[in-house]
């Protein structure tokens, strides 16, 4: 879908259209994030008999993966912010998905195709949040304006932590008294089930043009401009020097 079959502009109406399902999409997300967290899958990978390394791998790939938002930036001008984020949202539960069959080859395989699968399922699930992750900035900016940005944000902060907590918390109790594989496997199968249903409230999010419009614009010259201005170079310098420690403390879901 090009640019051109998207309106120059929302109205207040499909503002306020985009809002609700953003709104919706941020508060299932924390939940399915929560039954599909790091710690989770590492855990699960130790049950399926991955080595060391092989768990320091997975572990990595949350960060591994993040060049593939390129690939979202590319995206967009030819699907939109919406259709670009719900589309990998979709294929992230998808190789997630995955991560449930691991037990079932153990049974009749050897370790390495139960260990490959692992690493695929949980390789694709970062993969894929890193190429629809891009859109979420751009896709705020669309349903919303200048005067409510700040209490939408934060309201959706509030949100995806409120649901993350709790959705802990019930995994953290299931797992402390169930620890059996199966009980692995019907937690991410539930992540994976709300997060295809998460996906689904993103495609519904109207938007204009202007953002496949700006994605367009080639990488280099967004370069070319932040090595012009001081401004923006002091500016991505901060954010990166305060980002970084914040990406190993604090691994917030997303």
């Known amino acids: 879908m090009a640019s051109s079959a998207f309106p120059s502009e929302l109205g207040s109406e499909d503002r306020e259209t985009g809002k609700r399902y953003l709104r919706r ?4 997300n924390g939940i399915s994030i929560a039954f599909l967290m790091n710690d989770l899958l590492i855990l699960y990978g130790i049950r399926n008999g991955l080595s060391d390394p092989q768990l320091a791998v997975l572990a990595s790939f949350m960060h591994l993966t993040m060049p593939f938002l390129l690939v979202g930036k590319l995206l967009i001008p030819r699907f939109g912010l919406a259709r670009t984020w719900g589309y990998a949202w979709l294929l992230r539960y998808s190789f997630g998905s995955v991560l449930i069959a691991a037990p079932f080859i153990a049974l009749g395989f050897s370790q390495t195709p139960v260990t490959v699968t692992v690493l695929l399922g949980a390789f694709g699930f970062s993969m894929f949040r ?3 992750i891009v859109a979420n900035t751009p896709l705020t900016g669309e349903v919303t304006v200048y005067e409510e940005r700040g209490s939408f944000l934060s309201g959706n902060w509030v949100r995806s932590q409120t649901a993350y907590f709790f959705s802990v918390s019930v995994v953290v109790v299931i797992l402390r008294f169930f620890d059996k594989i199966w009980v692995y496997q019907a937690v991410i199968a539930l992540g994976c089930l ?12 109207p938007e204009s043009s202007a953002p496949s419009e700006s994605a367009a614009v080639p990488i280099r010259d ?7 201005n001081a401004k923006y170079r002091r500016l991505l310098g901060g954010w990166a020097a305060g980002s970084l420690p914040l990406c190993w403390l604090f691994p917030f879901p997303s």
Not at 25 to 28: E, G, K, P, Q
Not at 194 to 204: D, E, I, K, T, W
């Open 25 to 28: 999409f941020i508060m299932l």
């Open 194 to 205: 709300v997060g295809f249903y998460a996906s689904r409230q993103l495609l519904n999010i």
């Open 222 to 228: 967004t370069f070319r401009l932040i090595r012009r």
């Open 130 to 132: 890193s190429i629809g």
